[in-house]
Nanobody, 124 residues
């Protein structure tokens, strides 16, 4: 049974920072194709950042480029997302996802496994 568990969400003021973590377990083999997504109630889930742990390549949505950084620690099987210079529009539930059929994809449909999410709230 694959299990993803996000942590690190919270409430910050605009301009602040947070670091989200995703702990993985239950894999028979390493999954290097992972990503972070976010969702606001009533809206579709959107891709934020994706990581190809084999090549080291990372991919970002235009709205977070230069502010967010995704990273993988394959030894610890964790995925992280550093969020800097946060804006009120970054407020959302953030989800970790793994086992993308297309590594580096920012489309939710390409991912098999999901965590339950961690809430990020940014105020002015």
């Amino acid at each position: 049974q694959v299990h993803l568990a996000e942590s690190g969400g919270g409430s910050v003021q605009a301009g602040g920072s947070l670091k989200l973590s995703c702990a993985t377990s239950g894999y028979d083999e390493d999954s290097y194709c992972m990503g972070w997504f976010r969702q606001i109630p009533g809206k579709q889930r959107e891709g934020v950042a994706a990581s190809d742990g084999m090549s080291g390549r990372t991919y970002y949505a235009d709205s977070v480029k230069g502010r967010f950084t995704i990273s993988q620690d394959k030894g610890k099987r964790t995925l992280s997302l550093q969020l800097n210079n946060l804006k009120p529009e970054d407020t959302a539930m953030y989800y970790c996802a793994a086992d993308a059929s297309r590594c580096g994809s920012l489309w939710p449909v390409d991912y098999t496994y999901w965590g339950l999410g961690t809430q990020v709230a940014v105020s002015l």
